[in-house]
DNA sequence: ATTTAGTGGATAGTTGCGCTATCGGATAGA
DNA sequence: TCTATCCGATAGCGCAACTATCCACTAAAT
C-alpha cells in the first residue's frame, strides 16, 4: 500500500501521516526507494495505536513518543509501567506539597506497599491538598473510599496484563490500559453518579425528558 | 487589599489575574474607584479555586467559565453537575460510535439508571471500542469490575456532597469533586498498581532502590 | 519512450491557548 | 504638588499540533 492508500484507509490525512515520521511516532514504510515506501498492516496498527493514544488518551504527541519508544524497546515490563505511569501523570515537585496532605494520602494507602516517588501518590496528595483548601473540609473518608475503589481497578489492571499471552502484547495492554484506563474509569463515574442520584433523589434528577 | 498585595499573597501575576478578570473568571475587586479596586478574602478564594480547576483540574480556562458560571448562577443542584460533567468530559459523537460498543459499556452498566446521552457513557463506549481495537482482545471482564470500582466512587461523591450544609456548599463541592475527583482516582490508580505489582511478583517489581 | 500522477523530504505557515508585556491616562496617598 | 500605583486596552510571545507548499525524482500508464 502506498501513501495515499495509507492515508484513505486510516483516515488519517497525509501531511499529519508525514508529521509523525517527522516525531518519530511512526517508522518509515518499508522497501522505501527513493521517492516511494510501502505500507502494510503492521504501519496501519501502529497508526491507529497512536491515534488513539492522542485522541482517546489525551497523550501529548511527546508522551506518545516517550511510550511508543518504551514498547519498541527490550524493556522490561515493569519498566514499561513505569515509563506508562509518568506520561499519564503531571509532575508534581514533593517540595510544594504540604506534608499533612502527603500523611492524609499515606494514610488511605495503610498497608500498600508505595515507594515515596510513585507519580500517583504525589498526584493525589496535590489533590488531597487542593481539596481541602478549597472546600474547608476534611475529606479522608472520600479519599478512602477511593482508595478502595483504586485497588479494585488495580486488581483489575494487573489481571488483564497477566491474561496476554506474550511479553509484546502484555507490554501494550500496560501502556493502553494505563492511557485508557483513566479515561474509561472517569466515564464510568459520571454514569455511576447519574445512577446514584437518581435512585436516591428518584424525582429531582430526571436528565431532559419530558 | 490592592492589587499588588493581592497579586502577592494569591502567588499570582498581576497580568494573569488581569487575564482572568478578563475572560470573565474573576469579578472586578469591590468599590472600584476609576482606578482602585478592592480585593477581599472572596476574591482570594475564588482565585484559589480557579488556580485548582486550571492545574491540579486541568480544565481549560473556558470550561472553568463554563463551571464558575454555574456555581454563580441560581442553577439548581442537578444543574450545576450536569454543566461539570461535560466540562470533564470530551466531546464524543454518538454517530462515531461503534453500537457494539455501546452495547459492551451498558451490559456492564446493567441496572443502571443512565440516560443514553450521559457523556460518561459516550466517553466509556469510546474507550471500549479503542481499546478492543487496538488489543484486539474481549475486555468485557476488565470493564466490568471498573463499572464495580465507579460504583463505590459515585457513592463516596454523593455521600460527600450530601455532608454539605447548603446548597452553596453543595454545589461547589459537586464542581470541585467532579474534576478533582478523576485526578484523584488516576493517582491512586497508579499506587495501587504499584503495590498489587510488588505484592503479586515480591522480587521483580522493586523500583530503583539500591 | 514519454508523459503523468504520486512520493519523500524539507520548510514554512496556521490556529488556538495561556499567558506576559507595555502603554496611556487617571488618581490615591504622602 | 508629586509620585507610586492602578485600570483598561492592546499587542506580543511561546508552545503544541497540525497543515500547506515546493521540489526533485521516479514508478507506472500510455
Redesign the interface.
Known amino acids: 500500500m502506498r501513501m495515499a492508500e495509507f492515508s484513505h484507509t486510516s483516515g488519517v490525512p497525509v501531511a499529519t501521516i508525514k508529521y509523525y515520521q517527522r516525531e518519530r511516532l511512526l517508522p518509515a514504510g518499508q522497501n522505501a526507494t527513493p521517492n516511494q515506501a510501502d505500507y502494510g498492516a503492521t504501519h496501519l496498527?501502529r497508526l491507529?495505536?497512536i491515534r488513539?493514544l492522542l485522541e482517546?488518551g489525551?497523550l501529548s504527541v511527546a508522551a506518545t513518543r516517550r511510550v511508543l519508544e518504551a514498547l519498541d524497546s527490550d524493556a522490561?515490563l515493569?519498566e514499561v509501567?513505569?515509563v506508562a505511569?509518568h506520561v499519564?501523570?503531571?509532575e508534581v515537585d514533593p517540595n510544594l506539597l504540604d506534608p499533612a496532605s502527603l500523611a492524609r494520602?499515606d494514610s488511605?494507602?495503610a498497608g500498600?506497599?508505595?515507594?515515596p516517588?510513585?507519580?500517583?501518590?504525589?498526584?493525589?496528595a496535590?489533590?488531597?491538598q487542593?481539596?481541602e483548601?478549597?472546600?474547608q473540609?476534611d475529606?479522608r473518608?472520600?479519599?478512602g473510599?477511593?482508595?478502595?475503589?483504586?485497588?479494585?481497578?488495580?486488581?483489575?489492571?494487573?489481571?488483564?496484563i497477566d491474561?496476554?499471552p506474550d511479553r509484546e502484547?502484555k507490554t501494550?495492554?500496560v501502556v493502553?490500559?494505563?492511557v485508557?484506563?483513566?479515561?474509561?474509569?472517569?466515564?464510568?463515574?459520571?454514569?455511576?453518579?447519574?445512577?446514584?442520584?437518581?435512585?436516591?433523589y428518584p424525582s429531582?434528577?430526571s436528565?431532559?425528558?419530558p
Do not use: C, K
Request: no cysteine; charged share 25%.
Open positions: 496498527d491507529r495505536l488513539t482517546v489525551g522490561t515493569p509501567f513505569e505511569q499519564v501523570s503531571a494520602i488511605v494507602m500498600w506497599h508505595v515507594s516517588e510513585n507519580p500517583g501518590r504525589l498526584a493525589a496535590r489533590v488531597a487542593s481539596f483548601a478549597v472546600s473540609a475529606a473518608g472520600w479519599f473510599r477511593y482508595a478502595e475503589a483504586a485497588l479494585i481497578i488495580a486488581e483489575a489492571d494487573l489481571d488483564e491474561a496476554r502484547a501494550e495492554t493502553v490500559g494505563t485508557l484506563g483513566d479515561v474509561l474509569i472517569s466515564g464510568l463515574r459520571r454514569a455511576a453518579q447519574e445512577h446514584v442520584t437518581s435512585t436516591r429531582s434528577e436528565r431532559h425528558h
